[in-house]
């Protein structure tokens, strides 16, 4: 195959994905979209660069905060609510993008491991355009906040491309050559990394396609590779491996422990490779909250089985390096990619994205043997068969996509599919509320809390819908409250107890049969584990707030909302209790919080504040002048 042949039958590959991907463009937000895009508003249109720097700089889905996908969604929409389909559409192209540059990769890669011209350009457009059609990458693709992952990926490939082109230096112009290897290293590596942290294994990654060279000339001198591929693997290696804590208790908002988790990513990580090697239409989607724990060696079985398989492939992959590089590279690099995600960080377990980087080159054996198989039978045989097998995945990705752009029929499915789910059974008992089943939806929850007595998200959206349905009673708030002290701590129960309270308060009828009853379950959850978190422990004091508010009860608002000012220390939070306050006509207490919350304010540190200091300047100013002007009118109307 040459070079034009195999760059115009992938154009055509990535033409047929572009036409897939299009019928999911339709589709709605959903999961994590919600919350890392929803601050797109929070300012009102994002049409200045203070404005754009301050939701840029304010992530919180990784420790980098992930800036660099943060502005990305900026070339979508500058507000929220939005429309998801432009959102999609760009991902689309970035999934395109990413497979034009593995192409490329793959290229410069097999020119480095000197192989003939011909098996290359076979090899690359065959191995690149079974990852572009893939449907297990339909999940990365069409789940908005997953631009993350691509784009992590998107720079990784870009410094490996770069890595590769200026290794073809080496021989003629050794320091550039040098320079410019470093310089793709070193930049892409701070690019994949701000754009998800798994980016910064980059300099791993290309240790190990360096690892699995076959050809020995013209090779990086060790000393270079030492301190720029070496240092950096053993670095981020050291930061990862540094969280090795095997206590029974030591993420009190998982339900897995460190053992644990090493033990079921074993069957996860061989889960995932059936799924990349024998692809199916649809996975198990994003509620994994359920996935069966692996308690031990032997709990269930299949976790001994699958480390041992991980451990003969890994053997084989070290053993069979000189033999089939390339066999090496799929799993060596598959492995390496998993390190951060896979392994001992306290991540949630399962999510199909983290393969979208880690296997970028798993289909370059299955590329090679069908090139060895072209030697041995009659070549048209076997692009017929290339043919059969990039038809599937289409045909594959196609149906998957059509699943993916209906996200109600979307979330449906994967409720019915993953019963051991919390998640997935609220999403049921939400349909249930939706389509006018108040009644039905909670006698669901019911037998669901019986279920999974584990559950902090059923055990208050069950309290939820009865509020809803106004049905609940003394009795709900007390069993609930008993119920929350045997279970662990979830961030979506808190999420629950936030719309509990924000419909409560809102509602004239409900405010006064309930908002007691919800300070008692508030006060009780203060007694439990849940106020370890930190999360709790700082809505707490502001949702009583919010509920004595509402009630006119004003001396126990502003306590609560005096203590919640304190343990937020965030001014943005901290100007919007003092607005509840004024909002409510007491703007004289309102005066009073101001006046504290800048006292904390002025503590802070600048580089926390989520805007300039100049800019919460011009606020707090302006809330005085206006709260001022407001008293002076009540005192003359006196």
Same mark, same amino acid.
């Given at each position: ?47 200045? *660069? ?16 992930? /800036? ?62 079974? *990852? ?22 998107? #720079? ?7 890595? #590769? ?48 060279? /076959?050809?020995?000339?013209? %090779? ?30 030591? *993420?009190?908002?998982?339900? #897995? &422990? ?120 009659? /070549? %048209? ?145 203060? &007694? ?8 709790? *422990?700082?809505?707490? /004091? ?23 000012? %304190? ?72």
């Amino acid at each position: 195959m040459s070079k034009n042949q195999s760059f115009s039958l992938l154009l055509l590959v990535l033409s047929i994905t572009f036409i897939i991907y299009s019928y999911g463009f339709k589709a709605d937000f959903i999961f994590d979209d919600y919350p890392n895009l929803q601050d797109l508003g929070n300012y009102g249109d994002i049409n200045t *660069w203070d404005k754009a720097k301050n939701f840029i700089s304010n992530g919180f889905s990784g420790p980098t905060g992930r /800036p660099i996908s943060l502005a990305s969604f900026l070339l979508n929409d500058n507000t929220w609510p939005s429309i998801a389909s432009s959102f999609k559409y760009t991902n689309t192209l970035i999934h395109l993008l990413n497979g034009l540059f593995l192409y490329w990769a793959i290229i410069l890669i097999l020119q480095s491991y000197k192989y003939k011209v011909e098996k290359i350009f076979w090899i690359a457009f065959i191995a690149s355009s079974i *990852w572009i059609l893939h449907p297990y990458f339909v999940s990365t693709t069409l789940y908005v906040v997953q631009r993350m992952a691509q784009l992590a990926t998107l #720079f990784s490939l870009i410094g490996i491309v770069g890595y #590769f082109k200026a290794r073809q230096l080496l021989m003629n112009k050794p320091l550039q050559a040098y320079f410019y290897m470093a310089i793709s290293i070193g930049i892409c590596t701070v690019l994949a990394t701000y754009s998800k942290e798994n980016g910064a294994l980059l300099p791993l990654l290309i240790l190990v396609l360096e690892f699995c060279n /076959p050809n020995k000339e013209n %090779k990086p001198i060790w000393q270079w590779r030492a301190l720029c591929l070496w240092l950096p693997s053993i670095l981020v290696l050291y930061i990862i491996f540094r969280e090795l804590n095997f206590s029974e208790n030591l *993420w009190p908002n998982r339900n #897995f &422990n460190q053992v644990e988790r090493l033990y079921s990513e074993s069957r996860i990580v061989v889960e995932y490779l059936y799924h990349l090697i024998i692809p199916q239409i649809e996975g198990r989607g994003l509620y994994q909250d359920g996935y069966l724990i692996s308690k031990s060696l032997m709990q269930p079985i299949t976790t001994l089985y699958s480390i041992l398989f991980l451990i003969v492939l890994l053997f084989l992959a070290f053993i069979l390096k000189n033999r089939f590089p390339l066999f090496s590279v799929a799993i060596l690099f598959f492995f390496a990619a998993h390190m951060m995600e896979s392994t001992v960080l306290g991540l949630e377990l399962y999510f199909e994205h983290r393969n979208y980087l880690s296997a970028l080159f798993l289909f370059l054996p299955i590329a090679s043997g069908l090139y060895l198989l072209r030697e041995k039978i009659e /070549p %048209k045989l076997v692009i017929f068969i290339i043919f059969i097998i990039l038809s599937l995945l289409a045909f594959f990705s196609f149906e998957r996509v059509k699943l993916w752009g209906d996200s109600e029929k979307l979330q449906l499915y994967w409720a019915k599919n993953t019963p051991n789910s919390a998640r997935a059974q609220n999403v049921l008992a939400s349909y249930l509320l939706r389509s006018g089943k108040a009644y039905e939806s909670i006698i669901f929850l019911e037998s669901q809390v019986k279920h999974k007595p584990e559950s902090a998200l059923l055990n208050m959206q069950l309290l939820l819908h009865k509020i809803y349905t106004n049905s609940a009673v003394e009795k709900d708030f007390l069993e609930t409250s008993e119920r929350l002290k045997q279970q662990a701590f979830d961030a979506q129960a808190v999420q629950a107890l936030r719309n509990i309270t924000e419909y409560i308060a809102e509602d004239d009828g409900l405010k006064f049969k309930y908002a007691l009853n919800l300070i008692n379950l508030i006060d009780r959850m203060q &007694n439990t584990h849940h106020n370890d978190i930190s999360v709790f *422990w700082r809505v707490a /004091p502001y949702l009583k707030a919010q509920l004595y508010l509402s009630l006119k009860d004003y001396d126990n608002a502003f306590e609560n909302y005096d203590i919640a000012i %304190k343990r937020y220390n965030d001014i943005e939070s901290n100007l919007m209790m003092v607005a509840e306050l004024a909002s409510a006509g007491r703007e004289s207490d309102a005066q009073n919080l101001l006046e504290k919350s800048e006292i904390l304010y002025l503590a802070q540190n600048e580089k926390t504040l989520r805007r300039s200091k100049s800019e919460y300047n011009m606020e707090i100013s302006r809330i005085k002048k206006l709260l001022l002007t407001e008293l002076a009118q009540l005192n003359k109307a006196k």
